[in-house]
């Protein structure tokens, strides 16, 4: 991050494409100061992300969490529009994350269930603690398969594509805003870290 003239600003990177197989890779970050680190755990994003899905929603979609994994239910009713396997943790050097892989859900095309993964990630650098949300190999069902039609296209990116990337750019804002402070603007930029067709 750096300061410019007037209030500070925090840039939040994104990508949103269609890879080669029509599977939606989406990433978005943020780095927060180094001295944040001690308050920072995969598993804080994680449970500040399902609280944030509720709250953003208006409660229209309640994040349940159990043994088995983790659903991503609508409200009053028993079905899933997103299911989880119970999150992976990963560590390294200056690295942590939590993966919670896609197994079904209504959201989710059928016969590609056991493919995707959304990851939350910590990674230590020169410019402090990047926080990261990335989706990968997600079939949506929007998409109805691996060679969808423009409409198809069209209809994802200008609906469940756009709800995404609002949810992780104004949650990474706020994450950032609760431990360093508010006030300021954020700034989201292109980010370039796999090829694929724009969403």
Known sequence: MRKTEGPFTREIA??????????VFSVQWTTVPSDLRPRLSAEFLLERYLAYIR???????RPMVAADGIAFRLAGTRRSLILFTPPARREGPGHESLSLRIC?????????CDRGELSFMLDDDVSGVRLTLRLTDYCPLLLGSSEPSRLRKWLYRFTQAYIHKVVTVRFLARVYADLAGGGGCVRVVRARVREGEDL
């Not at 079904?104 to 590609?112: I, M």
């Open 55 to 61: 709250r953003f929603t208006l409660t229209l979609i």
């Open 104 to 112: 079904g859900g209504f959201l989710v095309q059928g016969r590609q």
């Open 14 to 23: 994104c990508q949103q494409i269609l890879i080669e197989d029509s599977s």
